[in-house]
């Protein structure tokens, strides 16, 4: 089993930066490929971004593309998500997610995920 636990999320203005964290426990971090998925009120949970196992691999969704930054730290057993730029759209529950197989956008393929963190976003 893995535990994960999100952090960081808060209200802010347009524009601003803000840090997610998301720690994680329970099995080998560094065998998780790991991502940030995020749920708006109203909307499917949609992929955010997503990084490898040893952190050599980044993908992201286009609308956060060049704003966003997805990071791991696998001596702290920690992810980190980098938001710069952000917009009222960009407002939403966010939460971390890990499996052992390959990073993917799917949200079907991870197996854990954490309880999320609220990120509001005002304009």
Request: hydrophobic share 40%; charged share 15%; net charge neutral.
């Given at each position: 089993q893995v535990q994960l636990v999100e952090s960081g999320g808060g209200?802010?203005?347009a524009g601003v930066s803000l840090r997610l964290?998301?720690?994680a426990s329970g099995r080998?971090?560094?065998?998780?490929a790991?991502?940030?998925f995020r749920q708006g009120?109203?909307?499917e949970r949609e992929f955010v971004a997503a990084i490898s196992q040893t952190g050599g691999n980044t993908y992201y969704a286009y609308s956060v593309e060049g704003r966003f930054t997805i990071s791991r730290d696998n001596a702290k057993n920690t992810m980190y998500l980098?938001?710069?730029?952000?917009k009222p759209?960009?407002?939403a529950d966010y939460y971390c997610a890990a499996t052992p197989r390959l990073a993917t956008m799917s949200?079907?393929?991870y197996d854990y995920w954490g309880q999320g963190t609220q990120v509001t976003v005002s304009s």
């Open positions: 209200l802010v203005q964290s998301c720690a080998t971090f560094s065998r998780l790991m991502a940030w009120l109203g909307s980098q938001m710069n730029s952000l759209e960009d407002t949200r079907y393929q």
